[in-house]
């Protein structure tokens, strides 16, 4: 009968454990994270701090990013009346300025803005002191840092869907630029 030395059992289970989590960490890995090194890779290449785009949901909503490499990308998308402006603009890649129309003169209802610290993807938490990414959605704030809790006064499970659907929102927004950018 083969006998393993005391504690051994408990050593693999511990390994096994750990190996599970990080497993399960890794398969939780924000979407946003992945497309925005894409984005962020793409406009390295080609030398550009803005880029813009249609959104692909609704005809009269455009999204723009400007992007300070290795710091931060900002995004906001909203619809922009009348958009034959817009599409003209982006005709001719003017990107910077539907960036700064977007943040001024569109429809307030419709507007996002997404402040990725790092740019890379959205985290559901950062450090306490550090940075943080943040979503406003037509007005309304969410930061995701170390303090929502105390902060902005969530449960768990409200914590987790603002953030799922805000980095299925990112992931969109970053898919209809990294789209433009690969023209």
């Known amino acids: 009968m083969l006998t393993c030395p005391r504690g051994t059992t408990h050593l693999v289970i511990g390994l096994m454990m ?5 497993t399960a960490a890794a398969a939780q890995e924000p979407k946003s994270a992945a497309l925005a090194k894409d984005l962020t890779a793409l406009l390295d290449g080609a030398k550009l701090t803005a880029i813009a785009a249609k959104d692909t949901t609704d005809p009269d909503a455009f999204v723009a990013a400007m992007y ?3 710091s931060q990308l900002l995004i906001v998308s909203a619809k922009y009346s009348p958009a034959v402006l817009l599409n003209e603009k982006l005709a001719k890649k003017d990107y910077q300025e539907i960036y700064i129309d977007l943040n001024s003169a569109s429809v307030a ?3 996002v803005f997404v402040e990725d610290l790092g740019a890379d993807g959205l985290k559901a938490e950062h450090p306490e002191g550090s940075g943080f990414d943040s979503v406003d959605r037509a007005g309304k704030r969410t930061i995701f840092d170390a303090n929502w809790k105390k902060d902005q006064k969530l449960t768990d499970e409200q914590y987790a869907k603002l953030f799922a659907d805000a980095d299925a929102l990112y992931s969109r927004l970053l898919q209809a630029l990294i789209n433009q950018a690969k023209k």
């Open 68 to 70: 300070f490499p290795g």
């Open 18 to 22: 750990l190996v599970a989590m990080s």
């Open 109 to 111: 209802s419709s507007r």
